[in-house]
């Protein structure tokens, strides 16, 4: 799956040519109030990080898509699913960062709904999928609650100080 569409997104494997315009998203301090602990300063730590994202769509034909306003064209984030492990289960963990400027706009989840509806599919329904977050990080956990996922407040620090997970039903 290299592109999906949705009715405002351009949905696209991401590609080298992507990274300044996503490192500028990732390293914006407004982007890590709440994740302290992954951002990513150097250009070498993101490269490392981007590298894996564009490894995992080698490997399994999926991962974290670019985000394109069909509006403007504009790269302005980045969402998907990679491989996870949450205490030995094998998990589809989804992610989403898009620039401030985009939040509270219902991007996330529109992006998320479509990627999570073609990957589930593609794997068979075979995997639960899984929200980390921090438990400070409102939006993002508003965000989770609203696609559908369920709060497991025993795994509550498993990976992380302040870490809070949020699963779908798998199939």
């Known amino acids: 799956?290299?592109?999906?569409?949705?009715?405002?997104?351009?949905?696209?494997?991401?590609?080298?040519e992507d990274f300044e315009v996503l490192y500028?998203?990732?390293?914006?301090?407004?982007?890590?109030?709440?994740?302290p602990g992954w951002?990513?300063?150097t250009r070498e730590d993101f490269q490392a990080?981007?590298?894996?994202?564009?490894a995992h769509h080698k490997q399994y034909g999926f991962g974290y898509y670019v985000l394109e306003d069909k509006e403007d064209s504009q790269v302005f984030g980045m969402s998907g699913l990679r491989f996870a492990t949450v205490k030995?289960?094998?998990?589809?963990?989804?992610?989403?960062r898009i620039t401030p400027s985009k939040t509270r706009q219902g991007f996330?989840?529109?992006a998320a709904r479509k990627i999570m509806?073609?990957?589930?599919?593609?794997?068979?329904?075979?995997?639960?999928?899984?929200?980390?977050?921090?438990?400070?990080?409102?939006p993002s956990r508003a965000t989770a609650v609203s696609l559908g996922f369920t709060y497991h407040p025993e795994?509550?620090?498993?990976?992380?100080?302040?870490n809070v997970y949020y699963f779908n039903d798998k199939g």
């Open 88 to 96: 030995d289960e094998t998990c589809l963990n989804l992610y989403y």
């Open 39 to 41: 951002i990513r300063t």
């Open 108 to 110: 996330v989840k529109e």
């Open 1 to 16: 799956m290299t592109t999906m569409d949705t009715a405002r997104l351009r949905l696209r494997k991401p590609e080298q």
């Open 155 to 162: 795994l509550n620090d498993v990976g992380g100080q302040g």
């Open 49 to 54: 990080f981007f590298d894996a994202v564009l």
């Open 117 to 138: 509806d073609v990957v589930l599919d593609t794997t068979d329904h075979a995997y639960r999928v899984v929200v980390l977050t921090h438990e400070d990080n409102i």
């Open 24 to 35: 500028a998203i990732h390293a914006d301090p407004r982007n890590n109030r709440y994740n």
